[in-house]
């Protein structure tokens, strides 16, 4: 028995997890899938009802389950907080708490989706990668930092670019992993022309590439990485890269697919003594405050999410193929939520009937899976 705990968060946050809720039960009574399932307040609903975004006893749980599925976080309700208290503070905590260094980040476009594409359509038709981004350290994180007023009286910005061997060895493993579990294939992007750290990345990942010879291993410069993927994205399959390539470039991976409300999103740590790593996973959407109450949100990032819980944190990629083969079938059929409509093409659904949709394709093609 998998444990699980959900935090619907704020703004389209609970609408797009009821409809995730409304999924796992039916894999719970068709596909006998076995899931303790706690639920929990974070972000605006936790500081509305508790005074913080966070509280000790979720984070506790958080630290106990196998895995957190997290809705959406914010909205302008609480700007005005201050920085300690906004919603936002609650993932920021999750990610530093649980230690979760690996953010992966699949851009996978479905063919019937591929006009939304910026790009032409078979450039990114078929398109499925995933860009390992190392999390919690990098420039981002990196002392010395700040702004300061030099001799000359000039202000002066700094960032630190830093990097220890264990904290790209760690990364590493997660991305050699992740494609041993694809089909064998790894891009290490940095910038060892003209960075030390870069420098140092490369020779790690090469260490780390000893103990998985299966896999095919390709080294390029980031920048050159952020051409190819608008060039011919499909010559990747895993790509992993520090802190900061990483941010650009899985938005540059992002867009490929045509819409955010696709997108899922995966962040993994250290295995814990049941051999599973701290792991959370959320939509790469936001709370869209705009929409929230509407039923216009697009559940599906959220439903693979939840794909992605079932790939890695309870091994049951025989259900995560067949979710993800269900919603294939219902955009490939035409139903779209309103993010997905342009103009009159596609027939419109809300995010309920939209999971009804999905729901409704196992029976169809998938029965004795």
Known sequence: MFSLLILPGDGIGPEVMTEVKRVISWFQD???????????????????????????????????????????????????LSFDLKPERALLRLRKELDLFANIRPAQCFDALASFSSLKKEIVSGLDIVI?????????????????????????????QRYTESEIRRVAISAFELALKRNKKLCSMEKANVMESGVLWR???????????DVELSHMYADNGA???VRDPKQFDVIVTDNLFGDILSDCAAMLTGSLG??????????????????MYEPVHGSAPDISGQEKANPIACILSFSMALRYSFSDAQNADLLEQCIEKVLAKGYRTPD????DEGRLCSTSEMTDKILGRPKWFCVNI
Do not use: C, W
Request: aromatic share 4%.
């Open 227 to 229: 051409m190819q993927l």
């Open 30 to 80: 068709k596909r006998n899938l076995k899931i303790d399932i706690e639920e929990g307040l974070v972000g605006g609903a936790s500081y509305d009802k508790h005074g913080v975004p966070l509280t000790e006893e979720i984070l506790n749980k958080a630290l106990e389950v196998d895995a957190v599925l997290l809705g959406a976080v914010g909205g302008p309700n609480y700007d005005n």
């Open 203 to 213: 020779d790690i990942v090469n260490e780390v590439h000893v103990d998985y010879q």
């Open 262 to 279: 696709m997108l899922p999103s995966a962040s993994l740590g250290n295995k814990k003594e049941n051999g599973l790593p701290h792991a």
């Open 132 to 160: 390992v981004r190392e999390l919690t350290s990098g420039i981002y994180f990196g002392e010395p930092r700040g702004i300061h007023t030099d001799g000359s009286n000039e202000r002066v910005g700094i960032n630190t």
């Open 340 to 343: 997905l409509m342009m103009g």
